[in-house]
């Protein structure tokens, strides 16, 4: 299965280049950034009501040891292997040591091989090392850490020039949180007369400025985005033209929030990634909102459980 992310944004920025402009109403500065998600406290064992547990890395203490072409399929660590795992833990702070050996963190162990020797990335030639060097972390911390294995490998072009195979191991630790889905929340306002360039990067903001792990459990369709498109009623205009309005702003909208949250291929198709959900609504202008008199609809997009079955008609 191949992942996709935003192939397509391009060509719909050709295809809608005169709609509306999202201005932003400081929104982006609402959202928690991942830094400040870890200097949160660890997961209670009661998350809060609406709320997503979220797997931070803690950066500051990763590691990245390099791996030689000869010791793929070894299954024993060298010495200087062995010793970079030492170091690394003696130079952790103790309180994080403690959180490590209380399993109140988890260690990701990350074996990345890029080969022009498909023979090279085959499990019996990439499993031994990593699975050794959980071993020898077990026996260095002096207890058995949470602990998850990835291996991601990527097989190069064969070319001219001679066969090469570069890998490394990372150590991350990750830390859980438990945040209110609610934080994630946004509405930016939409005005007429402007390009569509602006909306495309206001919604790659958005999402950019999620943490990974959210972005993650969206394209795996744990949590679910419903996006609403909002047509501000000022009295000007019918109901029916409203609802045309919003409408067409919910499918286009929908549609360049997927292209970013992207697809993967499987069998020669292209499938979405995630959960969208999108409805148009019109909603009387409030004078409490004081907004610029140019702004006539709105976006909310909100992030909830994808089995949480949303209220409404969305």
Known sequence: MKYIYGPFVLLLLCLYSCQPEMKDAAALSQI?????????????PSPIADSVSLRLEMKE????????????GQKKLSAERLAALRNWWEQLPENVQQQIQRKEVEL???????????????PEQTDPQIEQTG??????????????FKVNTTLLNKTAELASTEGSTSIHILKKVSTDLKSFDREVYLTTASIRQANLQTMQQWWVSLPEDVQLKIQQS??????SAVALDRGLESAELLGEKSHQQALLMGDLLQQIVGFYRQDGQNYPLGRIRTQALIEPYQEEM?????????????????????????
């Open 61 to 72: 203490h990763s590691i990245e040891i390099a791996m030689k072409e000869e010791e793929l």
């Open 135 to 148: 071993e020898a972390l077990e026996e260095i911390i002096g207890s058995s850490p949470e602990m998850t």
């Open 32 to 44: 928690p950034t991942e830094k400040e998600l870890v200097e949160r406290p660890i997961l209670s």
């Open 290 to 314: 004081k907004l610029d008199e140019n702004v006539n609809s709105l976006i909310r997009i909100q992030l909830r459980p994808a089995n949480e079955l949303p209220a409404g008609p969305i």
């Open 108 to 122: 990701e162990l990350v074996t990345q091989l890029s080969s022009t020797d498909e023979a090279k990335m085959q």
């Open 222 to 227: 744990e949590l679910r985005v419903d996006l």
